[in-house]
């Protein structure tokens, strides 16, 4: 008679020579900022683009700045000039009001209408004055990141970021490698550079970016 605990080791008995281990786990899914650079058949792939590697005339890393400063010296200008038209408007606006009062009683309403002008004209340069400096505030707090540039004989540069620096500086070595010896092939991850504005970070020369928004072209 078969008891129930003999049953269940005759259920788990394995093959001679085998171990009772754990499956291998799965392989985590690929976070959405993760990306393929890989070079295979004398084609540098970044993402879904791909660089022929005898157009390659560079590769560098650098810290990709925003432009802090300037976004501030044009939150100044158009503080300035937001100011210099408000100000103006009220002027126009005191005159139709003094010059209405001046005139009797019966001229009330237009003195009324240019204060109103005036109100007006405050609470609009009031709320673009915020918008602005929002908008500034959001360059002068963006952060700096170390990327790996990759630029061609043409206009586009290829630009990825990783979390580690040194990741990427040897990256810079494999990719010469490979244009030394055309025939190396080597598939590695970096992540995406992907940036709100590009239009508020140093470059240097023009720029297709992969990822983000607001930006023109492929690249990475």
Known sequence: MTTGLQKDAMEIQQPPGQWDVPPPPSTPPRAMTDVELRVHKRLLWVGGAAYPLRNIARVYTFTLRPKRKEAVFRFLSRTGIILAVAIGLSIIGGLISFASSSSGPYESEQSSSGGGLIVLVWI?????????????????????????????????????????????????????????????????????????????????????????????????
């Open 124 to 220: 609009c340069s009031g709320a673009a004055l915020i918008y602005f400096f929002v908008d500034m505030l959001s360059v002068v707090t963006a952060p700096s990141h170390y990327v790996l540039a990759v630029e061609t004989a043409g206009p586009s540069t290829a630009m990825v970021t990783s979390r580690d620096p040194q990741h990427l500086d040897r990256l810079v070595g494999y990719v010469s490698g490979a244009l030394e010896n055309p025939d190396t092939e080597f598939q590695v991850t970096v992540e995406r550079l992907t940036i709100n504005s590009p239009t508020n970070y140093h470059f240097g020369d023009s720029v297709n970016m992969y990822g983000g928004s607001g930006n023109t072209g492929i690249a990475a």
